[in-house]
């Protein structure tokens, strides 16, 4: 119906409500670990180089539509 195709959730009654997580990698493990705390309820707070994390430079062919 005319959306962007992303699900909003709301985590905020998770078990890890209240955590905050630093998130200081650079790979998708961290990444992955980051987003599975954040599915849980913790505010996820990401820390990155300047020229951002290498991960955002991946791409899988089944993203595109």
């Known amino acids: 119906s005319g ?3 992303l699900v ?5 009654a ?6 905050t997580v630093v998130e200081a990698t650079n790979g998708l493990a961290g990444a992955m ?5 954040a599915d849980q309820g913790a505010r ?3 820390l ?3 020229e951002g994390d290498k ?3 991946f791409y899988h062919s089944s993203l595109e539509r």
């Open 14 to 19: 998770g078990p890890l409500t209240g955590t």
């Open 44 to 46: 996820v707070l990401k």
């Open 3 to 5: 959306g962007s195709g």
């Open 48 to 50: 990155e180089r300047p």
């Open 8 to 12: 909003e959730q709301d985590f905020s």
């Open 33 to 37: 670990a980051g987003m599975l705390l």
């Open 55 to 57: 991960t955002r430079k």
